[in-house]
């Protein structure tokens, strides 16, 4: 069961995976969950921007069967939700900055299909499992996102994460247990053109 916090642990999963791989590339990169704008201007140090700019509803999964803990019981509807973020290499020369790129597709790539145990967090997550996909946003789209921060464009990707799920803090709803189960099926006809 995943609570509030699952936004959270899905985040600083994230986080620590980069950290984790980038070691095995550079020598000291930190990885932040805060916006460009607000870790400042680029300077010596290796910096990523892991930052979380856009949570929306994950609209694929309303239609699955509500999950029964008990032969009489329904939980809640979850909310699942889609995370959207925007990873920027944060550093003075360019090759630098193309390289930390470089190391953060190639470690979301290798890294695209994770479990709570995967990104080393207790159960807010559990074992539900996320996709982290390459987001495909249009130049234009991009463009909004770096004027929303305020910012003269930066290199940088968008990565979606589907989907986080919030569980309701509401107990299980009691119900009637199915006690027949009847299905029926009836032929369908075609009917002549005329």
């Known amino acids: 069961m995943s609570d509030y916090t699952v936004i959270r642990a899905v985040s600083e999963g ?15 990169v930190s990885v932040d969950l805060r916006s460009p704008r607000e870790m400042g201007a680029p300077d010596a140090n290796m910096r990523i921007s892991l930052w979380l700019y856009r949570v929306t509803r ?3 999964v309303n239609n699955d069967p509500p999950v029964r803990p008990a032969f009489n019981e329904v939980r809640r509807w979850p909310v699942p939700v889609n995370l959207y973020y925007l990873v920027t290499p ?10 930390l790129l470089g190391a953060v597709l190639q470690t979301f790539h290798d890294h695209s ?6 990104l080393g967090t207790p159960p807010p997550l559990g074992d539900q499992p996320i996709r982290v ?4 946003l249009r130049l234009d789209e991009l463009t909004q996102v770096w004027y929303a921060l305020q910012e003269s464009y930066q290199l940088s990707a968008s990565y979606l994460v589907q989907f986080a799920r919030i569980d309701s803090a ?9 006690r027949e ?8 006809l075609k009917v002549p053109v005329p």
Not at 133 to 136: F, Q, Y
């Open 113 to 118: 299909s994770l479990f709570g145990s995967d």
């Open 58 to 60: 994950n609209e694929f």
């Open 133 to 136: 996909t390459l987001d495909s």
């Open 90 to 99: 944060i550093q003075q020369e360019p090759t630098t900055r193309q390289e």
């Open 14 to 28: 994230l986080r620590n995976i980069l950290v984790a791989h980038m070691d095995a590339y550079f020598a000291s």
């Open 181 to 188: 189960r009847h299905s029926d099926y009836d032929q369908i």
């Open 170 to 178: 509401h107990e299980p709803v009691e119900v009637e247990p199915v």
